[in-house]
DNA sequence: TATTGTTATACTCTATAACTATA
DNA sequence: TATAGTTATAGAGTATAACAATA
């Protein structure tokens, strides 16, 4: 294996690491991977139903299910658009808000050990090649 | 946000990147992330069905369905253990090894646009790095 | 008694197709 | 007509509990 194929297989081992973490850290709280998305992506927007689709990268018909669900749970809520009576827009409820604080300590917390592996600089070194790769 | 945490940002965000890129590619022959894992694993190894689920991190009946479904589709095997009667080992047959094999080579290909963005030099640094993050 | 694997059951996630209401 | 969202349906993935066969 050449150097390159080393680097994207360790990416590759690297991301199902993380998301290992990820997917822990959800589950304590009886959420799925794809709920933990959503909850991120509330937390600083408020999208209309298709939007929220476009952003996680499924289908209409999959979001309403997953809103639903977390809707019964109170951890989101449907609110009518202004502008346009088909649409609705999905947001977090005070709950929802609570719950995702938390889950970004927790999962801060449980990333924490992988990268204290590297001294501080060579943490930063890493934090700006990965920028890199994300442009 | 401090150095750190950007790191760790950074780190989830480049995870959801390589995981969508590897469903995407394991979608293209109609498999399952997981599924994808199961022919990763057998690749290299024989293992017993609970063995499969340990190395999994899943039940072993959610292992069985997922076996029985890619047995069903010609890609893996059920073989009798010779030193126990009790248990059953997993293997790839000619088919499963030619997707996966097929599957390594179009990852990689789908991959590498992302470490393309970096230098050669800097491609074998992040791979140093990450290596020091799995240990 | 403990372990291996399967089966029955239930729930989540996801897509497709058909529908309603609105644009 | 086209778009936003929901519902009905079907299949995959997952876990728990109960089971049969073997250790």
């Known amino acids: 294996m050449d150097a390159e194929a080393e680097t994207l ?7 199902f690491t993380v998301m290992a973490v990820l997917s822990q ?13 959503v909850l991120a992506i509330l937390r600083d927007h408020q999208p209309k139903m298709a939007e929220l689709a ?3 990268g499924l289908d209409r018909s ?3 299910g ?9 951890l989101v809520r449907r609110t009518a658009s202004k502008d346009d009576a088909r649409a609705v827009h999905v947001s977090l409820t005070p709950a ?3 719950l995702a604080a938390t889950l970004t ?11 204290a592996k ?5 943490q930063k070194r890493l934090g700006i090649l990965l920028a890199k790769l994300l442009d």
Do not use: M
């Not at 297989?9 to 991301?15: G, K």
């Not at 997953?66 to 109170?74: E, T, Y």
């Not at 300590?105 to 990268?115: N, R």
């Open 9 to 15: 297989d360790r990416l590759v081992q690297t991301s």
């Open 25 to 37: 850290a959800a589950a304590a709280h009886d959420l799925s991977l794809t709920q933990l998305r």
């Open 66 to 74: 997953l809103v639903d669900r977390s809707a019964k749970r109170g």
């Open 118 to 122: 590297l001294p501080p600089a060579e």
């Open 96 to 98: 929802g808000h609570r």
């Open 105 to 115: 300590v927790e999962i801060a917390d449980a990333l924490a050990p992988l990268t």
């Open 62 to 64: 999959s979001v309403s």
């Open 54 to 56: 476009a952003h996680l």
